[in-house]
């Protein structure tokens, strides 16, 4: 249904969504153009995914029927009066932008489709984790669309705005939170005595594995837990050491660090 997709701002998050689009065959690599005040992000992106490439946001929103805002929250204003005019009403704009409300989008673009969506990184590999806001002028078409865009790089939901700080600070910024359990995960296994890359794969195969198998069964991750806890045996021995630790309390802190990071960003 869609043509022609444009992305205002290349970096780390448009290159992951690009990169599963592509890898899915959603669309191809002539329907794409990414936009971007960095010449090297561009040329980057140009020659590893064959994009097209620009510096006109308002060429490629007048060129585009799908329009992805992928800027950081500090410029997505600056973003918006330069859209103001170029953006077509059967264009479907679909915000990535951290903490900006749907509100404040379709303020500088009335009547104009806008899906507010909170996606993760593991978009690039398939195992993203998205969650989808329809503003008002999005109706089921677009919704189904974008949830089909978003499904196809990994699992979504639609949810109300008002959840999406929750959900940023949990999944969005959640991938940063498991690389730092990962890397911290591997410096204990070099500890005890493991080769370095060893170490990293254990840690990494170890979260997929237990990530999955809550997945799959369904069942709470504490009974899960308990199947691998066997009395007076290395788990629970290990488990100690994390409660005393305050693994767990760190964890709430730092899901409501970044919620209320959130919810900052977008008070402006
Ligand atoms: N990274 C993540 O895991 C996730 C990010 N997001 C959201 O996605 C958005 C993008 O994040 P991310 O990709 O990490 O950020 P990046 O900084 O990697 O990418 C943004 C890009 O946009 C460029 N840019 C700045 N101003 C403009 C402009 N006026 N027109 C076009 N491009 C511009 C930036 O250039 P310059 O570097 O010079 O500023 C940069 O290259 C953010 O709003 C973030 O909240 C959402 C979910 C997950
Ligand atoms: O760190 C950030 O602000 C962005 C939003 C979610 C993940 N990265």
Redesign the pocket.
């Known amino acids: 249904m869609y043509r022609q997709v444009g992305f205002i701002g290349g970096g780390a998050?448009a290159e992951a969504l690009v990169n599963g689009i592509l890898s899915n065959q959603l669309f191809s690599p002539g329907q794409i153009t990414v936009a971007d005040v960095v010449a090297e992000r561009l040329e980057y992106m140009k020659s590893r995914y064959q994009v097209a490439v620009t510096q006109d946001n308002a060429a490629l929103a007048e060129a585009s029927d799908l329009i992805f805002l992928a800027v950081k929250p500090q410029h997505i204003h600056g973003v918006l009066d330069g859209l103001a005019g170029h953006v077509r009403q059967s264009s479907l704009i679909v915000t990535i932008v951290?903490g900006i409300n749907i509100e404040v989008i379709q303020n500088r673009l009335p009547q104009v489709p806008i899906i507010r969506v909170?996606p993760?990184t593991p978009v690039a590999v398939n195992a993203g984790m998205s969650a989808l806001a329809l503003g008002p002028y999005a109706d089921e078409t677009a919704g189904k669309m974008a949830a089909d865009i978003f499904n196809a790089v990994g699992r979504s939901f639609v949810t109300d705005e008002a959840l999406l700080d929750a959900v940023?600070g949990l999944s969005?910024?959640g991938p940063?939170y498991a690389f730092v359990l990962i890397d911290a995960l591997a410096d204990a296994g070099v500890r005890v005595g493991l080769p370095r890359q060893t170490a990293i794969t254990l840690a990494a195969q170890t979260l997929m594995g237990a990530a999955k198998m809550v997945l799959d069964t369904g069942e709470h991750p504490a009974k899960l837990r308990d199947m691998v806890t066997s009395p007076g045996g290395t788990t629970i021995a290990g488990i100690h050491v994390l409660e005393q630790k305050g693994v767990r309390a760190a964890l709430v802190d730092a899901v409501l660090a970044a919620t209320q990071?959130?919810r900052e960003?977008g008070n402006r």
């Open positions: 998050m951290a909170m993760n940023t969005g910024s940063g990071r959130s960003l």
